[in-house]
Each structure stands twice: as C-alpha cells, then as structure tokens.
C-alpha cells in the first residue's frame, strides 16, 4: 500500500511537469537551429546572387523601385562578419532610414537616402561630425570606393546628423555595421 502512495504522488509530482514541457515544445516560436538555418540560407542566396558591383548612384536612378540591390560589391560576403552586423545593426531598428541589412537594400530606400545626400546641406558644426567620422570609420567614409554606396550612406550620415543629432562615433558606427563590400573587414579603404 505504501508503495503504491508513493508511485502515485511520484506519478502526480511529475504529469505536470510532462504537460508543461509538451505545451512548451509544441508552442515556443522557431528553435535557435531553425532560425540559424533562416538566417544561413538568407546569407548563402545573398553571397552567390549580389547583382551590385562598384557603379555610380546614377545607376540606382534607372532601377525599378521594387528591385532590391543585393550581395556584396568587392569581396565575398563571409557569414560571421555578416551575422555581425545584422545583430549590431538591430540596435538602430527604431530608425527606419537605417537598412537593416546592408546586402539586401531596396532601390526606393537607396533613392531615399541619395535624395538626402542632395537635399541636405550641412552647418559647419554638422559638418565637422561628418568630417570626424569620416576619420573614424572603418573604410575611411561611408564606403571603401565612391561608388552607389558612399552616396547612399553619405545621405544617411547626413540625415542622421540633421534629425537624430548623432556625433561622429554613431554615424562611424552605423558606417561600420552597413560596411557592404564584403570580407572579413576593411581597414580605411583596404581590404583586409
């Protein structure tokens, strides 16, 4: 009879425990495998079907709205440094102008942000943040040649500065996560 208690509080102790665990692996989003193997298959179509290269932003003018500027533009993207920044850039996620992946880019965002680029004209304290960020960043400015991309990021530094006040470390920061040329990283215009 004493055994049998015991089985039964035992059994009592852990249907519970059973039931929590079924509902939990039934209900909880996506497993950290699953969403890796998201992200890798995002970071394998981007690196092998980037149709961007070094051409001028006059090139972005001539593109469809809808088509999106994809890939790498002088090294192969490598999937650590891209998984980098995509998690730094989610720290900016509040501001929309910000890409949230710099190889997967809309032309109506590039347009956007080379219309800024025009548009906006800096004080001369503004200008000295651009200036010190420039001399911060990574690639030396926002890219590592003046191609499409200098002038899209160029744009939004310049943004940034206007209406979010950012100082020279964040729009360096921002530079550095948005870095699209590919490789391991860059250091002030050569490629590591």
């Known amino acids: 009879m004493k055994i049998k208690i015991i089985k039964t509080l ?10 929590i665990f079924g509902f939990l692996t039934l209900y909880l989003p996506q497993t950290s495998s699953e969403h890796v193997e998201i992200k890798n298959e995002k970071f ?7 149709n961007v290269f070094c051409f001028g ?37 509040h501001i ?5 992946d710099p190889y997967n880019i809309s032309v109506n965002q ?3 942000l080379l219309n800024f680029d025009k548009n906006i004209v800096l004080t001369p304290l503004e200008q000295e943040t651009y200036n010190e960020a420039m001399k911060m960043s990574d690639e ?3 890219c590592c040649c003046m191609c499409w991309r ?10 940034l500065i206007r209406e979010y006040k950012f100082n020279a470390q964040q729009v360096a920061e921002v530079w550095n996560l948005s870095d ?6 860059h250091a002030t215009g050569v490629h590591a």
Do not use: T
């Open 57 to 93: 932003p006059e090139r972005i003018y001539s593109m469809s709205d809808d088509e999106l500027l994809q890939g790498s533009c002088c090294d192969e993207m490598v999937l650590h440094r891209y998984e980098e920044q995509i998690e730094g850039l989610k720290k900016y996620s």
């Open 10 to 19: 035992a059994l009592i102790g852990i249907l519970p425990i059973l039931i």
């Open 150 to 159: 200098w002038y899209v990021y160029e744009g939004l530094a310049k943004y």
């Open 44 to 50: 394998l179509y981007l690196s092998s079907n980037g």
């Open 180 to 185: 699209g040329c590919g490789g391991e990283g």
């Open 96 to 100: 929309s102008a910000i890409p949230s």
């Open 140 to 142: 030396g400015g926002p």
């Open 110 to 112: 590039a347009k956007e």
